[in-house]
Structures are given as C-alpha cells and as structure tokens.
C-alpha cells in the first residue's frame, strides 16, 4: 500500500512541482526559499497520505500546504511593515483560498493565475544577472523537476557542476533581488532569447524524457506548448517567438504515434499518420507562416520548424523531401553551428543521398568531444551501419547506444535493433537524433 502511496507522490509531484514553486516563489519573492517550501510540502504529503490516502486533488493539497508554509514563514519573519502592506492584499486573498474548499476544487480561473506564475519562473531564472548555462541549469530543476544527475546527464558535465551551478543561480538571484515578474519593455527583449531556449528544453524534456521508464513526459509538452502560445502573444512581432510556438506544435503533433499501445517507441518512419494530430499540424504552419513573414533572415527555431513542416506534410513517409531537409540542416548548421546539429544533417544527407553519405559525415564526428557519451551517435552510426550490410558493427554500435542511454524505453529500443536490425528505415530518429544541442 504505502508503495503504491509513495508511487503516487512521485508522479504528481513531476506533475506539479513547477507550479508550486511558482505559486510560493510569487508570495517569498524567492526562488530558493519557494523551493524549499516546496519541498516542505512533499516531505508533509511522505508523512500524511500513507496513512490518510491520497487526496482527490493532490496537486492542490500539495499548493496549500507548501503556501501555508509560506505565510507561516511570512509571519515568523515578521517583514517589515512596507514589505507587509505591499503583500497585504495578496496574503488575505491566499489565507481565504487556503481551506478545505480549495483543496476538494481548484477552479479555472485561479488554474489560469497559477499558468502566469509559471511564465514569471521562467523570467525569473532567465534573468542576465545569470550565466547562461546557469538558467537552463536551474530551469530544467524548477520546470522540469529533474534530479542534478539528470540535468548532468542531458549536458554531458559532472553532477557536482550541476549542483553548484544551481546553487550560485539561486543565491544570486536572492543578492540580486530580482523581481518575480514577466518584464516589459527592453527587459523582455533582453531575457527573451533565453526564455525561448528554456521553453524548448522544457518541450525536449516532455518529448524525449532524459531519464525514467516512459519515453515521453506529455505533462511537459503541454506546458510548453501553452507557454509557447503566451509568448507568442507577449511578443507578437518576434519571428523567432512564432518560430518556437511553430516547431513546438508540428513536434507535438506527432505525439499520439510516437509509442505503441505499451509505450514503446515507434520511430518516424515507422509511424501511423493517421495518428498525428492535424489541428496542431495547422497551427504549426500557420505559426511558421509568421515567423516567415516577419523575419529578415531566418533563426535556427524558424529553420527547425520548417524542417518539421517537411515531415507534416508529407502524406506516406516515402513523400518526405530529404533533400529539402538536408538543405535546411545545412543552413541551421551556418546560424547555429554545432556537433549536435551535424549530426541530424547526417541522418538527412543519408536519407537524401545514401547511407555512406551519411556515414561519412558522422565518422567525421566521432572525435568531438561534445559528443563523447552522447547515444544518439552510436545509434545514429548503427542504423547507417545496418543500411550498408555491416551488421556486426551495427550491432556493437547500438549495444553502446543502449549502454550510454539513461531513459528505459530508448535503451529498450536500442537493444532490441542491437538484436534485429530490421528494414532498411527503421532507424530513422523521430525528429533530432537528441532532444537538444548540449555541446
């Protein structure tokens, strides 16, 4: 019973911790200190629910005891009288929402008001105060609620960099004094490159999972394509912002096909078409539209979109314009040069060219150091392996795949092609061979 109990915890809290940070972090002023009132909130329902149950709304009870911890920790402090008056207003309004009635229902409107604060994490932590590598550090902490060992694993560095990073982020933040708000003005245009790559590796984490048994975190999608929508109305004249929001829904759209009726993946190749999801497909291209209307030149998110755009609107998979898409991985490749990024244009130039084109170009790679235990190429080197006849080296080239992969479902893959190599497109990855350039 308590390990079904505990289970339950652990998946709601993936689930909501982002919101309930966000939700403190707007009473404290302070990522930090929300964080660990947070936590408060997790180690209370490890203590209460084995014995009382799960409550009906979790992520709710979690919300009201982690902001009941802040308006004790408000009180203790006593702040001063100005800090008082400037929260006075607010904390009645918390104290009246914090009763059993909210816990039993959390309605619409203060869902959408919760969504805000979200956005305003996100400004927060992206803030230039910090190094760049320190935002996304302590973004994919607070958005996407990974362990430091994961986020080390997603950016190929040690965990102790990892972990002091996100403390040097948050104590920063806290000397700074930054303000937890959505900026204006220059000030969002200052944070508004870094806030687009953080919603991307929030969107790559549900798409890809880094670590965990399921292939996909859909919780993390749908936030970042929610978050995505907001930016694009925050800045409507950025093509970049509706370049993101492009991408970020032609991605999505494949979601439903991306696994099996046991949650294993189906690569792109590979999948039911039926399955995708044409509102989103149409939204996505409506989206690319305007990024293509508005920019001068195109940015490495409008570039991704347009390749995921070949991929929506071929009807069979034999339709796919690889030529078309080497040739845009070739021109992301000039924006945004890195390993990562050559190493998607192999996977196309050896759809559109043959598979020793392609191999070529990743034996080219091999040496880099941004991709020394990275799985995608050995993975990606296997299925090019596999298309010339080379089985035996296919194989040790996905049994190291599967060696280096932290997600349970991709190694599961990757061994079963270490095994049966399978048809000649079996391989092909389901976008980017990785979830996102971490060189």
């Keep these: 019973m308590h390990s079904a109990v505990h289970q339950a915890i652990d998946a709601v809290w993936r689930i909501e911790s982002a919101r309930i940070v966000a939700g403190v972090a707007r009473l404290v002023r302070d990522i930090g200190l929300a964080e660990e009132l947070a936590q408060d909130a997790l180690v209370a329902a490890l203590e209460h629910w084995p014995a009382a149950g799960v409550p009906d709304n979790p992520g709710a009870w979690l919300m009201a005891t982690a902001k009941n911890r802040a308006l004790d920790r408000l009180r203790h402090h006593k702040l001063a009288k100005g800090k008082l008056e400037q929260l006075g207003h607010e904390l ?34 992206c803030h230039p105060v910090l190094p760049t590598e320190a935002r996304l550090a302590l973004t994919l902490k607070l958005l ?15 965990e102790p960099t990892i972990a002091q990073r996100i403390v040097r982020a948050k104590r920063s933040l806290r000397e700074a004094r930054v303000p937890f708000e959505v900026p204006r003005g220059d000030a969002l245009q200052e944070r508004l490159s870094s806030v687009l790559e953080v919603v991307y590796l929030v969107f790559n984490e549900g798409y890809t999972a880094t670590a965990g048994d399921d292939w996909m975190r859909p919780a993390l999608i749908d936030e970042a394509l929610r978050l995505g929508r907001m930016l694009a109305e925050l800045a409507p004249d950025e093509p970049e912002v509706h370049g993101l929001a492009a991408l970020m829904e032609l991605q999505a759209s494949r979601a439903k096909a991306r696994v099996d009726a046991s949650g294993r993946p189906v690569l792109l190749l590979d999948q039911d078409r039926s399955r995708w999801d044409h509102l989103l497909i149409r939204r996505g291209l409506a989206a690319l539209q305007r990024a293509e209307g508005l920019m001068v030149s195109p940015g490495p998110y409008a570039l ?9 609107r071929a009807v069979t998979a034999s339709d796919t314009d690889w030529e078309r898409i080497a040739a845009l991985y070739a021109a992301l490749a000039r924006v945004s040069p890195s390993p990562v990024i050559e190493l998607n244009r192999a996977v196309a130039v050896g759809m559109a060219f043959g598979p020793a084109a392609g191999l070529e170009m990743v034996d080219s790679l091999r ?50 092609r270490a095994a049966e190599l399978g048809g000649a497109d079996a391989g092909v990855p389901d976008g980017q061979p990785g979830p996102q350039d971490k060189s």
């Design 144 to 158: 996407c609620g990974l362990t430091t060992h994961e986020i080390a694993r997603a950016f190929l560095v040690p």
């Design 367 to 416: 040496d880099e150091r941004a991709l020394q235990g990275y799985q995608w190429l050995p993975s990606v080197r296997g299925d090019l392996l596999a298309k010339l006849g080379r089985n035996e080296e296919a194989r040790t080239e996905f049994a190291r795949a599967a060696q280096l992969a932290g997600n349970g479902r991709e190694r599961e893959l990757l061994l079963k």
């Design 92 to 125: 009645d309004a918390q104290e009246a929402m914090i009763v059993p009635d909210f816990v039993d229902g959390l309605d619409a409107a203060r869902a959408d008001e919760i969504g805000d604060d979200l956005l305003r994490l996100i400004f927060t932590a």
């Design 304 to 312: 991704q979109a347009a390749i995921a755009a070949c991929h929506a």
